[in-house]
C-alpha cells in the first residue's frame, strides 16, 4: 500500500461520518432530547484531547510502529508463517476485530476501565458523533491493548491502517440516527453491527447494555451469546444513556471528562 493509496483509506471514515450526519438530517431515526450543537461540541472536544493523546503516545509506543518493529525482527504469529496475502488480511481483520470486541467487554466488567468508557456511554441521545465520544484515558488503554496485538499477531502497517480505517467507518455507521428499512437492517446484521443492533447496547438496562459489544462484525456476539436483538422496551421507547446521568450535563465537555473520577 503507497502513500498515496494509505491517505485515501485513510479518508474513509471522514466520507462515512459526513454522509451518515447527512443521513442523520434527511432520515432520523429518533428525536434528539438535547438537540446537536452542545453536544457535537463536546464530542468534537473529546475527539481533538483523544488525538492529543495519540499523539503523545506514538513518542513511547504506538501501534504502526509496533506493526514496524515486529516485522523487522520477526516476532508474532504472521511473521512466522507464509500465507498467501489475501489470507493474512483476512486473518488479521478477523483476529484484530475479535480483540476489539474484547477490549469492550473489559471496558465493562473492569472497574476501572467502565468508569472511562462510561463517558461514552453517558450521552443522553445517540448519533454519529457518539462514535467519537470517548475519554483520552480509554483512548490510552486503547492504542496500548491494539499495540500488543499487533506484536502477537505481526500484522504489518498497511494492514493496522486498512484496519482502523475501516473499524472507524462502522463505528459512524452503526452509531448513526438514521432510519434504515427493517429489511436491510436484518440482511446487513448477518456480518455487520447495524445502529438499530448498537442501540440495544446503549440501554439505560444493564442486561441490555451488556449485550452486542461488536464494533464491526457480529459474529463474535453470536459466538459468545451476548447477542440481543432488540430492547425489551422496543427501538422507538428505548431509554438510552446511564441511568444516573438523565439529564443535560453529558453534553457538557467539562462534566465527561471529569465523570471518570466521580
Request: one cysteine or more; a positive charge; charged letters at 20%.
Amino acid at each position: 500500500m503507497g502513500e498515496l493509496d494509505t491517505k485515501l483509506v485513510a479518508l474513509l471514515p471522514a466520507m462515512v461520518f459526513v454522509l451518515i450526519a447527512l443521513l442523520e438530517i434527511m432520515r432520523p431515526r429518533r428525536e434528539l432530547r438535547f438537540g446537536r450543537f452542545r453536544r457535537w461540541t463536546t464530542s468534537l472536544i473529546l475527539f481533538l484531547s483523544n488525538r492529543v493523546t495519540v499523539w503523545l503516545l506514538a513518542w513511547i509506543i504506538a501501534v504502526p510502529v509496533a506493526a514496524h518493529w515486529a516485522e523487522k525482527i520477526g516476532i508474532g504469529l504472521f511473521n512466522q508463517m507464509a500465507l498467501p496475502l489475501w489470507a493474512e488480511w483476512l486473518a488479521a481483520f478477523l483476529l484484530l476485530d475479535f480483540a476489539m470486541w474484547l477490549q469492550h467487554v473489559l471496558t465493562h466488567k473492569i472497574p476501572l476501565l467502565w468508569r472511562l468508557h462510561k463517558v461514552h456511554h453517558a450521552d443522553p441521545d445517540i448519533d454519529v458523533t457518539t462514535s467519537i465520544r470517548f475519554h483520552p484515558g480509554e483512548i490510552a488503554f486503547s492504542v496500548l491493548w491494539k499495540s500488543v496485538w499487533v506484536l502477537l499477531l505481526g500484522v504489518s502497517a498497511p494492514v493496522i491502517v486498512a484496519f482502523e480505517a475501516w473499524l472507524a467507518a462502522n463505528a459512524a455507521f452503526n452509531h448513526g440516527n438514521v432510519e434504515l428499512p427493517r429489511w436491510l437492517d436484518r440482511r446487513i446484521r448477518h456480518i455487520l453491527v447495524t445502529p438499530d443492533m448498537h442501540l440495544v447496547h446503549h440501554s439505560v438496562i444493564m442486561r441490555e447494555q451488556q449485550s452486542n459489544y461488536g464494533f464491526a462484525l457480529t459474529v463474535w456476539d453470536r459466538l459468545f451469546r451476548t447477542y440481543r436483538a432488540e430492547s425489551d422496551s422496543g427501538r422507538t421507547q428505548q431509554c438510552i444513556g446511564l441511568s444516573e446521568t438523565q439529564d443535560e450535563r453529558p453534553t457538557h465537555a467539562g462534566f465527561s471528562l471529569k465523570l471518570p473520577l466521580t
